[in-house]
Nanobody, 116 residues
Framework: QVQLVESGGGLVQPGGSLRLSCVASGSAFSTSSMGWYRQAPGNQRELVAVIFSGGGTNYADSVKGRFTISRDIAKNTMYLQMNSLKPEDTATYYC??????????WGQGTQVTVSS
């Protein structure tokens, strides 16, 4: 039973920064490609950042150049550094595997609100 716990969200002004953390049990971070997802009210959950099992990364166009995904395998922790935040980044952020085949139970997510 793997649990995903996201944290680090909050209320920030446009242009501000946050660092989100995702803690998971087991060795999923070293064996699976992982991603950060977000969902705003009324919207579908979207994938915004990926870190592949080999260490490479990729980002949605909407966050490219502003967000950085990373992981600490020893700590079973994944991070999302979010800079130059915009109001359209407002959403609940979740972590999970990239593949639906190995998808874990969704955590509660962490709320990010960008507003002046």
């Amino acid at each position: 039973q793997v649990q995903l716990v996201e944290s680090g969200g909050g209320l920030v002004q446009p242009g501000g920064s946050l660092r989100l953390s995702c803690v998971a049990s087991g060795s999923a971070f070293s064996t699976s490609s992982m991603g950060w997802y977000r969902q705003a009210p009324g919207n579908q959950r979207e994938l915004v950042a990926v870190i592949f099992s080999g260490g490479g990364t990729n980002y949605a166009d909407s966050v490219k150049g502003r967000f950085t995904i990373s992981r600490d395998i020893a700590k079973n922790t994944m991070y999302l550094q979010m800079n130059s935040l915009k109001p359209e980044d407002t959403a609940t952020y979740y972590c999970n595997t990239l593949s639906s085949r190995t998808r874990l139970a969704w955590g509660q997510g962490t709320q990010v609100t960008v507003s002046s």
